[in-house]
């Protein structure tokens, strides 16, 4: 080959692998996958009554497994199948998940490569063994019908950058290769079991609280009711200027004697009466069906052995009073009046076994019993008349009536508390300490001296109350 000749073919050659480098190093505008699907429903339409079963699958990098919420229809309940068929009585959470997959419009087909699933998250949780770096891993849903037959899956993976509106994510069905952009609320994903259930523990209505009483008392692991502790005891009344605290008793040996309260208390206690309509519980562990029984209705006669077991949690029978068992329990009680005479007393057991190793936050086991207070309810004072003379027939009339009135508050209340004590008699109540202490704070008595004096019991505790509870 002459020379002129090898010189044009090298620079040929020279030209185009320099466009080829050039060109792989070109910002070209990223590959637009076009799709049949944009704009159109990522699901057929469902009837979310159709709906009998959900499960949400998430992967826990912290626990290095699977976190999974299962749910199935009972009736006209939805109840969680790992926490004893416990009842998912948040039902905005259920209908969120529910209705998650139905109405899904498919706004961008993002890719048909299978190797794209890990940069857009949406890698089945269930291949975690398989996936070294498992920040690729997605959400997963799945509704069932009555049959176990899908209604819907998906896997929910990574929101996109710079979205304004902050509800685009990345999305894919289940053993299809497609990644979508769809709009999504993530919250319908939960696979926390608090988020599932409704806090209000204590059952607490528009009826307004009458009376807070927190018992602060200690005893002793596995060493009974003869280790009690006394701390502290504060009485809370709920008026119309806020909350009042009436009476604070605090422990001289194993007798209360009245005390005053510093201001610097009074802020500690400030967070009893917000915290009562909401006892956020990590967990549950379901009674045996004995002890259920007694649970459910309480009686004086019956044979309560079985209850010697409820121990092993901190809590320790010691009497029947008022339609009730009574307990002392390892971390002292609340007891929240409302003004229809409704007692529920939350009893504050040992320390719960954490989940794992990796969890380090603290709980307690926590029991629940409802009573009626009858004090709340003072019976009628019958009309005087004087010796001989003939009693006053409206006033003996209106005497009957009112008579009749507190009889049917009482049956009302009853009626209730019987309610409260078959709603939580299968159950033993796993609480955050967080959330013990905001209910049952420790109090700080060192300002409590001569050279500090506390100020006067008209000027103790003073919480508004909040627009739900008056």
Known sequence: MNNPSFKTLFMVLLAVVTSGVAASFYPWPERVVESEM???????SYDTTAVRSIEIQEFNADKNEIEKIQLERDGEKWVLLQNRKYV???????????????????????TEDQ??????????????????????LGTKIVLGDRNGKPLGKLIVGAKLKDDPSGKKRFVRVPGQP????????????????ERWVDPNLFQLSSIPIEEIQVTD?????????????????AT??????????????????????????????REQAQSIYRQLPKISFSGVLRKNSEMQKLF????????????KSLENFGFYKVGFANGVYRFKSSGGEVSVTTEDGLQVTMYIGGLASRSSEEDLQLSYYVLFSAEVDETIFPMPEKPKVDDGAEVDAQANKEY??????????????????????????EWVYIVPETVINGVRPDLDFSSLSPSNPASSIGDLLKVKPSNSQK
């Open 236 to 265: 809370l009344n709920v008026g119309q200027t806020g909350v009042n605290l009436l009476k604070l008793d605090l422990a001289n040996g194993k007798e209360w004697q009245a005390s005053q309260i510093s201001t610097k208390m």
């Open 217 to 233: 008392y200690r005893l002793a692991a596995n060493q009974g009711v003869e280790s009690e502790a006394l701390k502290y005891r």
């Open 400 to 425: 009957l009536k009112r008579v009749a009135e507190r009889t049917n508050a009482i049956k009302a209340a009853n009626l209730r508390a019987s309610a409260i004590n078959r709603l939580r008699a």
């Open 38 to 44: 944009v704009g159109e429903p990522l699901f057929e």
């Open 296 to 307: 459910e209705a309480p009686a004086a006669e019956l044979d309560t052995t079985v209850l």
């Open 88 to 110: 998912a009585s948040n039902a905005s959470q259920v209908s969120a998940a529910a209705n998650s997959l139905t109405g899904i419009l498919v706004l961008e087909e993002k």
């Open 178 to 193: 497609s990644v979508y952009v769809v709009d999504f609320d993530p919250n319908a994903l939960a696979t926390e079991f």
């Open 115 to 136: 190797q794209d699933h890990f940069e857009y998250g949406v890698v089945d949780p269930e291949d975690h063994p398989k996936q070294p770096n498992r920040s690729g």
